[in-house]
């Protein structure tokens, strides 16, 4: 619960894959700036970002470069958190590592299909965009605008081109998780859900992230 003052920001943060680039510096200054405004103004900002650091793309490196996932996560984390030190951009009050909230994951994935928002299909699990009536209002683009672009991939086995990945199943060579729909790993798209939720609660007043 928040008291009268405060105001809580959550930035997704970086996909820690390679070493970052000025796109990774502007979206870090910009919500410095936003948060530095916000505590001038007096308000009590509590600032929570994340390091995704299990994702398709670490684990794309890790295979090119024959190493593990962790080594690129962690090789890569070392340099965006230098780059933020050298742009004097505050440390956030917590900062989420998405290795360390898998259980939150699983556990969010298992309501949204007690709900009937998400299904399991062949040891994946799918958000179901069709089951959900608002899905696009915040970024202003309807279910139909969305189909033009989607398509099911060979070995997908979603029941519709607009439904995406919440987990996935193993594949050998990557990092896995025990889960209740088999060992795999999550989706990005619900990292940052279920961290925001964990440090900030149900609700909160800004989130941004690297389009923002």
Known sequence: TRLPGEVSLYVCGPTVQSAPHVGHGRQAVAFDVIR?????????VHYVTNITDVEDKIIAAALAEGVTAAEIARRATAQFLDAYRRLR?????????????????????????????????????????????????????????????????????????????????????????ESPWGRGRPGWHVECSAMAEKELGFGFDIHGGGLD
């Open 89 to 177: 951009v505050a440390p956030p009050d917590a900062l989420a590592y998405a290795t360390e909230h898998i259980p939150e994951m699983i556990d969010l994935i298992g309501r949204l299909i007690a709900r009937g928002y998400a299904y399991p299909a062949g040891g994946d699990v799918y958000f179901s965009v069709r089951s959900f009536p608002d899905y696009g209002k915040l970024s202003g683009r309807n279910v139909d605008e969305l189909l033009a672009g989607s398509r099911i991939e060979p070995g997908e086995h979603k029941r519709d081109p607009l439904d995406f990945a919440l987990w996935k199943a193993s594949k050998p060579g990557e990092p896995v998780w």
């Open 36 to 44: 530095r405004y916000l505590t001038w103004t007096g308000l009590r």
